[in-house]
């Protein structure tokens, strides 16, 4: 036996989600079976948990869209049984079971080893989000964008994508200016690096086609108004980095940034992202990463605390990141 969320559906549509606990014989059909250690509550996770966003697409499903852990039997020849694995997107968690769970049996070619020098809690406490703010950053720098090259704005500061980024590029040693509806943690911001503060009502509203020029970058979780306004503010051939809809998925712009001011926008996807680009990130991310900070982003939760700290998430309540012990 072994404890999992589990989703199912009602008759009327809605998603019921408990703290199980499940026969290892009703793990998904798949070659590598881990004994999960840590997992961590993303913003989609919290969207399949509370069922306010279609991610689960089979039912009953675990959630859970990463998770670090150890392999304990393995018909795949990529790993054998004692390898330390993390497992970050493919569906998992949306069409296959994730991560909030003590197991989880996936394909092979989903894994990566566990990078050197950073314990499972802690890659969860990069986790997905962090992954994506580091996938940001290489199309960023993949742009051409260097340190001197002028400002770099970071939207959604406060959530997990908007954390790491600000500690990643603060680090690498850009001038990092944080969007944020929380000035209230304007000190927790600073402290992970960011030079300045801006208030996200500045971004969020309907804007101009093109504003004063502004950024060199921008890495982008919340979409809608905000990425519009952040490509109108765009210095000439700058690029922006969209990972995410916290506002909201529309994108109400205009061509007039891209064609006038040569601006570049690029797309980021975590989850079917090619696994030489995961490989070349999650380095990355064990190089650059400043430890110490990590741990200030990121707090711990037990299994069963995911349940309440979903909502939590959606109302963007969760400062940082949420590292889930399975076993507490
Ligand atoms: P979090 O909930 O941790 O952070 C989102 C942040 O966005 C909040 O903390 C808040 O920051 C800001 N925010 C929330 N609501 C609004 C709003 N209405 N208007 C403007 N800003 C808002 O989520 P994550 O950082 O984990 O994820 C961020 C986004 O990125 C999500 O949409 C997620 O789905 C997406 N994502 C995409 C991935 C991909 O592969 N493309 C992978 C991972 C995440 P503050 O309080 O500082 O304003």
Redesign the pocket.
Known sequence: MFKAILLNRSDSGATLAELADLDISRLPEADVRVRVSHSTL???D??AITGKGPVVRKWPMVPGIDFAGVVEHSASPLWQAGDAVILN?WGVGETHWGGLAQYASVKGEWLIARPAGLSAAQTMAI???G??AM?CVLALEKHGLRPGDGEVLV?????????VAITLLARLGYRVI?????PQ?ADY?KSLGAADIID?AEL?APGKPLGRERWAGVVD????H?LANACATTRYRGAVAA??????MDFPSSVAPFILRGVTLY?????M?PTPLRLEAWSRLARDLDLAKLEAISRDIGLAEALAVAPQ??A?Q????VVVHVDR
């Open positions: 993303n913003y989609k919290g969207l997107g986790g997905t989000a992954y994506t996938l939207t959604g500061a406060n959530g997990g994508v908007g954390s944080a969007s944020t509806g929380r943690e911001l996200r969020s979780s919340v979409g809608s905000t990972c995410g809809l916290a506002q909201g797309g980021v996807d975590s989850v992202a998430i959606l963007g969760v400062r940082g990141r």
